[in-house]
């Protein structure tokens, strides 16, 4: 399954200034570990929200909002997409991470059952023509 | 936390810890079986102490740390041990001896990860393919042998048996815990690629059955192809591998419809591939190709595939380098299935006759004798090309040949869209 995890905004990300150094080291070393462990799919940073802007729906009306927002403890200031076995797994790789404070958020990602039923014995034939990189 | 949560906790640490705990304790103890039953060891000590001690901040220093200790306890009392003690002693003086500098380059080794040497471990020539397969899930992916054996629909013993005597024979013959070096590591390189797609292959073709084990051997292989990569960043196939497992597994949801019949690549609905895998394939392509050298079968397999990811539409599939690249993947990995594919390539970019031209030899090939993809193929072209009775004569013998009742069905439509007589 995989699982997004949400880091969310504090005063200095949204103040636009970066992690210092150390932290920024034990972040790389803890992307790595990540990455090693095969399980790393995708990661970003987002800069502070006043480059941001939001969109407000009404009906047929879009009002366009400029950054920045009010509510920094509920913005996100990153994500990870991780491919885990478990919620569990999600978990302890997290605790592993260099945060010192806050909190971090993981969130499963709805699948198409796409590693389920949709794999049939009746497709073992399609496969054969797939599996050399799918001419037909 | 309850002891239900401390044991799934447990079972999960285990699943992150056991390859680095097995593959350290490896190079300690220089024996990959009893490396895996101290792991073990350490593993009931956990069972045993954190329901009421607690998950420790670092579980896998703890495990480490305590199979480290039953390591030493039983270099103290075993006699299996002493002897493998001595063992390793001379092992250690007979290398001194033949070439005094293997020492020390296995501790500058740039890629000498103990994992990376686990790898290379499990997936030794010396081993029979099943059980490359099997010891390397055991051992990379912390599958137990009950989940091997669903996995590959075997019986359970037969899986335990291929570990038991993989770990044997690889004691037996003395295998050095170590990451080969130039030619040999080329040789070596390939038996564990070979293994990883293997795997992948088998939950992505799903020979038979439907259990959840069978596509998680997808997710295992991809996983395992992630970490090699990381590990051994600068082989070019390793990432063409990777970039292959990627790109075939962004469209796992869009080959087949709703009540499980195939679609075909061409017919797939391309919204339904998965961005990202799609993207970290192309990605990994490029890795590998950033590495130079000459292109090899996975790299060429994965450019090829990534043709069909690049293309937002069927008709805007890019046949001619698709063929050129099968033109080149014959020439590295000559087969007749990779010429079948070369055919339908050329007939695609060059037109129907072309590809009849390079299907005609075929039919002489003994291996696809049963293949029934062979006369479907040629009904294809045939029936491009206006031969319609021939088209049909060959869909129908496709048809007979196919043992997939959903694919008969496809063709058998197929013969009969081209009518009766002419």
């Known amino acids: ?136 | 936390m309850k002891a239900t949560d401390t044991h799934r906790a447990i079972e999960t640490v285990w699943r992150i810890e056991s390859a680095r705990l097995i593959a350290g304790l490896t190079r300690i103890v220089r024996d990959v079986g009893l490396a895996e039953d101290l792991a073990q060891d350490a593993l009931l000590a956990a069972l045993e102490r954190w329901p009421s001690s607690g998950v420790p901040d670092n579980p896998g220093a703890w495990l480490m740390a305590v199979a480290k200790h039953r390591a030493i306890d039983r270099l103290r009392r075993g006699k299996r041990i002493e002897q493998k003690h001595e063992e390793l002693g001379r092992e250690i003086e007979a290398r001194r001896s033949s070439d005094g500098r293997d020492l020390d380059d296995a501790i500058d080794d740039d890629v000498g990860d103990d994992l990376l040497r686990l790898i290379f471990l499990a997936c030794h020539p010396i081993l029979p393919t099943e059980s490359r397969v099997a010891l390397t899930l055991r051992l990379l992916g912390g599958l137990t042998t009950e989940e091997i054996a669903r996995a590959f629909l075997v019986p359970e013993p037969t899986v335990a048996q291929r570990i038991v005597r993989a770990k044997r024979t690889l004691a037996q013959a003395h295998v050095p815990f170590e990451v080969p070096r130039g030619v040999e590591l080329e040789k070596r390189l390939g038996s564990v690629l070979e293994v990883i797609y293997l795997i992948f292959n088998e939950g992505y073709t799903a020979t038979a059955g439907d259990d959840w084990m069978r596509p998680a051997l997808c997710e295992e292989a991809l996983r395992l192809g992630r970490v090699l990569a990381e590990l051994a960043p600068r082989e070019p196939e390793v990432h063409g591998l990777v970039a292959l497992m990627e790109i075939q597994a962004s469209r796992l949801r869009a080959r087949s419809g709703p009540s499980g019949e195939p679609i075909l690549l061409l017919d797939q609905d391309r919204s339904r591939w998965d961005g990202i895998l799609v993207v970290r394939g192309l990605k990994g392509l490029e890795r590998a190709e950033r590495l130079g050298g000459e292109r090899g079968p996975y790299r060429l397999q994965a450019s090829i595939a990534a043709c069909h990811a690049r293309a937002r539409a069927a008709e805007d599939t890019d046949w001619r380098r698709i063929a050129s690249l099968y033109d080149e993947l014959a020439t590295r990995l000559p087969s007749p299935v990779v010429e079948l594919n070369r055919a339908v390539a050329h007939g695609m970019a060059f037109g129907p006759a072309e590809g009849l031209r390079l299907v005609e030899p075929l039919g002489a090939e003994p291996s696809l004798r049963a293949y029934h993809l062979l006369p479907s193929v040629r009904g294809d072209l045939l029936s491009k090309l206006g031969r319609r009775d021939e088209a049909r004569a060959e869909f129908e013998r496709a048809a007979r040949m196919t043992r997939n009742a959903q694919e008969r069905r496809l063709l058998l439509e197929r013969a009969d869209a081209l009518g009766r007589g002419a």
Do not use: H
Request: proline content about 3%; hydrophobic content about 40%.
């Open chain 1, 1 to 136: 399954m995989r699982v997004m995890v949400i880091v969310k905004a504090n005063k200095d990300s949204e103040a636009g200034i970066l992690p210092d150094r150390k932290i920024l080291e034990e972040m790389g070393k803890y992307n790595e570990e990540l990455a090693k462990a095969g399980l790393l799919l995708a990661g970003e940073g987002l800069q502070d929200s006043s480059k941001g802007a939001r969109v407000k729906f009404s009906g047929s009306k879009r009002t366009v909002i400029d950054g920045p927002f009010a509510e920094t403890k509920e913005l996100v200031a990153g994500f990870w997409l991780w491919q885990v076995k478990s919620r569990e797994e999600a978990i302890e790789w997290l605790k592993r991470a260099p945060f010192q404070e806050g909190e971090v958020e993981i969130r499963q990602v709805f699948e198409q059952e796409d590693f389920g039923e949709a794999l049939t014995p009746e497709m073992r034939d399609q496969e054969a023509r797939l599996r050399i990189g799918g001419a037909k």
